[in-house]
């Protein structure tokens, strides 16, 4: 039976989806083909948008446990070992859509598909090899701040010489 | 410079398409400008590029000759371009891509970077996607970066390593002592890696698991710093102090205390302390909660301390949140065989999350029920459980059966108890429950003889209510087939008198005969017990054998020979009606197939040694046929089975026994015969084994073409009577020249030795076409089955 191969880690993947099921945002941890990932992608949105709404916010699904959480119009929704706590998971996820809000100021979907590159800069100052880095809001929303600030300006980019 | 304008234009662009095929070609187009622009030189613009493909990339459409692109941009001296190159690696390049090791020494250089941004980078990249060679190249480099870096670079170094474990663990001995050194620091960030990664070590290495021992009281010192310490706002989540750190350190303690009398001494307080000062309103609290339990119940802990968590989980079990409910009974689900009566005391709040709304939960509160019944508690147990069944969501309603069956057979006060609830359960459910309740059912009514007389009573009423659910049917045909006599005497013990007249009870019979709804396989039982009072009865005989002589000409094949038969037993043998339907001894609790060895010698015959033209399947008691026709019958509607059954049903399980039971004659080793050979696929078909009544073969593939062939399925279609099992398939890519075969198992049971023959439906995808192909088998490799003495059909 096809499944997910095992990584030893607490989250597989992460995925960001719209209620119309249009991928928003995908990080995977663990090695998939192109066609698994799609696959997987496919069968998960199903599952969780035919969910009723006020259901338990954990699935069982192949040998993953998959947590999700829907935030306005957008889903986000994780594949997790079976030791992983769950409980938690839902922490980090709202840790994570909390940075969003603070980067962009009241996010919405809108900001993270025209930002899509932003929102994984600061996923991945936020978690590293599906483990959490930093648990300490202030200290990844600075650190964002000043990656951000690196960023160059024409002129900065022009100057610098080409490799 | 922001990248952004030129990108989000694009994806305005994208976005404002009404068809996909209007989207397609707007991405052609964008990818054509992309490719364009990689082959041009460096004049900026290759960053808003490769940002433009990766999100074409997230849209499902194909990226690869971006890769190199990363590559070069990784290179950058530009930070925004090595940012965006970073990215597309983590999203276009993984191990299996070679362009991966390109990167390796790029990454190496970045991870010495004056700027701990661009080493950030390089870190988190891979951290992300490094393969096994890049991991044990860049090994050294990350090592040295835990040891003298800054807790921006530490807290992220440690999780690369913790990632080059996983995928090298050789060199997990590598990162032992820095590891060891980390749990003194202060920062959360690089103490929360730590623990990862010691938790890593620790998991893969029961020698390093031993070392780690030691830091116990280190761990158990951080964590009360965390449980008791003053309001901290950096780390504070809803009141609870880095719960992300406190749920790490508590997943290490469990491992380091699991079968280790002192480790777990140590830990002791510290768990109980959490355990009662968490506050558990929100998540957070819970989320701790809840790792606390299973590590107090993963440890060598005091039994005080277990009860302790066990009472943690009972309250989780009232609370709001249906998430904490959800959590708690899978955690208990995991203790009740260890802790069971700790669990009992918590029964009656599972019992009530039988009610809940959300199906999950449902499903765990029915797990959990099925595994706290005990003796007990088994009446009221199972009357919550009936209730739950006849409301229960459709999805669940078999698991609930086959529990309250199990349930009912180890601990059934009496078998009056027992033969009700089952009643009960197929009156409410009785299409979903599995196929072998109705011979296990019949059977133990039949071992309950002082209750022979009120069981058909009641299964006659439940008759008359109602004649749609087949099992239920077929028992109640069956009981009143056998115990006619005692439905008509009209009077019982346990429930009130009524009287039943012969021809209420031929009606009732006739009703199922002649409905729609009933099924073959009923029809068979309802016709089978008319013939049955025909001894038990004496007023309406005449009827019974018209009733008979009528279904002589039935369509049904199953129903035509009985009822053929039966007439035979009216007129030519009716002297020995009575002998052959007289009332059946008490059944051995065996399979099906062991039935009919056990029971055969048992007949009354007038004169066993003669051979009669009277076959000898008929003459084995109606109960054995009846569990034959059941399982023979069980598959012959559907002539077409797919290949992939590995939910194989229980009838076949049967069929097997058969093959068993008919003493199967010595496979003789037979060549296999090629049946079909098409554009390079061909099909064999080899006789495995062969007995009177059953026929095994193996179907083999194999691919003489240049390519591959995947996704290769064989259907099956056979003749009405005969019945057909197809084996899961070996697999169904078949390698080319030759090289790999699929091969699939086939059982035939063929008891109206008819002609057999076999049409394959053959269908595989070569190189992306889907092909299919028929081939008719007409004859097997072996004797066929028209040269073999006819038990005889009368």
Redesign the interface.
Known sequence: MWTVPP???QMRFLLLFSRQGK????KW?T?L?DRDK?KIIRDLTQMVLSR?P??????PWRDLKIVYRRYASLYFCCGLEQ?D????T???L??YVELLDQYFGNVCELDI?????KA??IL??FV??G?????????VAK?IE??ES?????EE??S???? | MTPSVRLQEMIRVIRSARTQGEERGIIQKECAEIRAQFRQTDNGERSHSLAKLLYVHMLGYPAHFGQMECVRLIASPRYSEKRIGYLGAMMLLDEKQDASLLITNSIKNDLSHSSQYVQSLALCTLACMGSSEMCRDLAPEIERLLRASTSYIKKKATLCAVHIIRKVPELAELFTPSARSLLSEKNHGVLHGAVVLITELCERNAETLDKFRKAVPELVTIMKGLVTSSYSPEHNVAGISDPFLQVRILRLLRILGHNNDSASDAMNDLLAQVATNTDSSKTAGSAVLYETVLTIMDINSESGLRVLAVNILGRFLLNNDRNIRYISMTSLQKIVQTDHNAVQRHRGTIVDCLKDQDTSVKRRALELSLALVSPVNIRSMMKELLIFLSSCPVELRSQTASGIFNAAERYSPSKRWHIDTILHVLTTAGGDVRDETVPNLIQLITTASELHCYTVHKLYRALVKDISQQSLVQVACWCIGEYGDLLLKGECEEIEPVQVTEDDVLDALETVLQSHMSAPATRGFALTATMKLSTRITDNVDRIRSIVSIYGSCIDLELQQRAVEYNALFKKYDHMRAAVLERMPLMEKNSPGHTNGDSSGEIKEPEPAKTKPVEPILLSEPANQVCDLLDLLGGTDTPVQPSSAPTSTATTTSSADLLDLLGGLEPTPVPAVTVYEKNGVSLKIQCDSQTDTDITVTLIASNSTQNDISNFTLQAAVPKSVQLQMKAPSGNVIAAHGLGQVTQTVLLNNPNKVSLKMRVRVSYSDQGTMLQDTVQIDSFPSPSWNSQPSIGVL
């Open positions: 990584s030893g880690k991928l928003r945002l995908q941890f090695v083909s799609r009723p006020k259901a338990c916010n954990f699935l030791d706590n769950e409980l938690l839902l922490d980090i709202h840790r598909i025209f930002n899509f590159e994984y800069f991945d100052e590293i090899g483990e959490v880095q930093e648990t300490s809001k202030a200290s650190s000043e990656a690196l960023q160059e300006t024409m980019y022009l610098k010489p080409t490799y």
